[in-house]
């Protein structure tokens, strides 16, 4: 039940084109929903966060969308770049603060020109 | 933006060894988390730890596996006699806030 699943495992998209990565999780006690970014060699980033209260929150060109009756959470890019090829990690943890994240499995995305 | 540094950045050990390793955030943090990622895999929450005590540890946690606050600045993460499945990258992680959490660089570690 603390899993949380990812989807794709690996995604290639042209230069200027929409990148989406999807997630869905089990537990229903998760507060809180962050995506990180990793470059290779680097420890995970933070990219943006999403509470279950909102539907959307769109920060530059990184939108979140979220389901709570669904159980499903994705992450856009739009007028995705070559430099956003990344591996990206879906995260959920639960309310109160001073918790564990739970990761998804990663999607390594390569945006081509 | 709150900084942590790892050392080493890159550990290499023979199976059976003991390793250390460290995290020093730059300002006092009362939580603290330690993750591991295999290669190619995601990040697991290995353990954390409130104000001196391990508050939560995973399966993957075991006697092996060890954490301490040895100075009141420093963390470390101490495994006892190292396998070959210990070889991953190994994170520390600091809260930041809002339940998001902001990760060191990272030490490599490689198990021979």
């Known amino acids: 039940q603390q899993q949380v699943k990812q989807s794709p495992q690996s995604l290639i998209v042209q230069k200027g084109g929409i990148s989406i990565i999807n997630c869905a999780y089990e537990?229903?006690?998760?507060?809180?929903f962050p995506w990180y970014q990793q470059f290779p060699g680097k420890g995970p980033a933070l990219l943006i966060a999403?509470?279950?209260?909102?539907s959307e929150k769109k920060e530059g060109r990184f939108t979140i969308s979220f389901n709570k009756s669904a159980k499903q959470f994705s992450l856009h890019i739009m007028d995705s770049q070559p430099g956003d090829s990344a591996t990206y990690f879906c995260?959920?943890?639960?309310?109160?603060?001073?918790?564990?994240?739970?990761f998804g499995t990663g999607t390594q995305l390569k945006v081509e020109l | 933006e709150p900084e942590v540094t790892q050392t080493p950045s890159h550990q290499v050990t023979q199976m059976g060894q003991e390793v250390i390793l460290r995290c020093v955030p730059i300002?006092?943090?009362?939580?603290f988390y330690w993750y591991r990622q295999i290669l190619g895999q995601k990040v697991e929450f290995l353990v954390s730890?409130?104000?001196?005590?391990?508050?939560?540890k995973s399966e993957i946690f075991d006697d092996q596996f060890s954490v301490e606050r040895p100075d009141g600045s420093n963390f470390t993460l101490k495994i006892r006699s190292t396998k070959l499945e210990d070889s991953a990258m190994y994170f520390c992680?600091?809260?930041?806030?809002?339940?998001?959490?902001?990760f060191g660089p990272g030490t490599r570690l490689t198990v021979l």
């Open positions: 992680a600091i809260p930041t806030g809002a339940g998001t959490q902001y």
């Open positions: 300002s006092n943090h009362l939580y």
């Open positions: 995260a959920a943890t639960l309310g109160g603060g001073g918790n564990k994240l739970t």
């Open positions: 999403i509470r279950p209260d909102v």
């Open positions: 537990n229903t006690a998760f507060d809180y």
């Open positions: 730890f409130y104000n001196n005590e391990i508050s939560e």
